[in-house]
């Protein structure tokens, strides 16, 4: 199974709302990240869990919280968002950061977010 | 930091081979050069790694220089389904894997 799911696929919020984006891998890998997509740009890295561990925070507001519960979950939860963080939201695993050597990210299909 | 360059957009054939190039500085001798291509409304998806050389894989080739300032992807006989866009993604010299992504390259392929 090299598939990562997501869930919601759609989710429209309001900047009051407090809502939980889901990403879920069973590769056995430790490592999981969470991107934002904004239309006609590249993914940006938000997020990376490595062994459960938050390893990297790219400066993202607070609104954002992650969460690794385990090494298979990964959740991102969203309150009082913005109308500009309207994206897409994409979730990755990968078998580790650390180690040298092949590297290979996989994705999941993503959650359209749309903040009214 | 290394930092990528890829052509905008490009424009090819059905059958047609397709070279897009990447262009990074700041690249450490063992480290991995990625492609990814995404469609729209869809995860990006890995396809091919390599870090010298020539590497080949049952849908592109990977070409390295020796300096290692660039890299070439080689997608052969391109057809419709290959129409989206195609990210560079060298690993870091600070030492972070491939996790940013460039502007990435636009592959239109017509009939």
């Known amino acids: 199974d090299t598939e990562v799911t997501q869930t919601p696929k759609h989710l429209v919020m309001g900047m009051t709302n407090k809502k939980s984006l889901k990403c879920e891998q069973h590769?056995?890998?430790?490592?999981m990240y969470w991107y934002k997509q904004k239309a006609k740009k590249p993914p940006e890295l938000m997020f990376v869990?490595?062994?459960?561990?938050?390893?990297i925070n790219e400066s993202v507001p607070s609104r954002f919280s992650p969460e690794c519960p385990n090494s298979s979950l990964l959740n991102l939860h969203l309150h009082a968002l913005q109308p500009e963080d309207s994206a897409l939201y994409l979730c990755a695993s990968s078998q580790d950061t650390r180690l040298a050597g092949p590297y290979e990210q996989y994705f999941g299909p993503g959650t359209r977010l749309t903040v009214t | 930091l290394a930092k990528t360059t890829q052509p905008i957009s490009m424009d090819s054939y059905e059958g047609q081979e397709v070279n897009i190039t990447c262009s990074h500085n700041n690249i450490a001798t063992n480290d991995y050069i990625t492609w990814y291509q995404q469609f729209p409304s869809q995860g990006p998806r890995f396809i091919i790694q390599g870090y010298k050389t020539k590497v080949t894989n049952e849908v592109a080739s990977l070409f390295i220089p020796a300096d290692r300032k660039s890299s070439t992807l080689s997608l052969p006989r391109v057809s419709l389904s290959d129409t989206a866009v195609y990210y560079c993604?060298?690993?870091?010299?600070?030492?972070?894997?491939?996790?940013?992504f460039g502007s990435g390259t636009r592959l239109q392929v017509q009939p």
């Open positions: 869990y490595s062994y459960e561990k938050l390893s």
């Open positions: 993604l060298p690993d870091m010299d600070t030492g972070r894997r491939a996790l940013t």
């Open positions: 590769m056995g890998h430790r490592a």
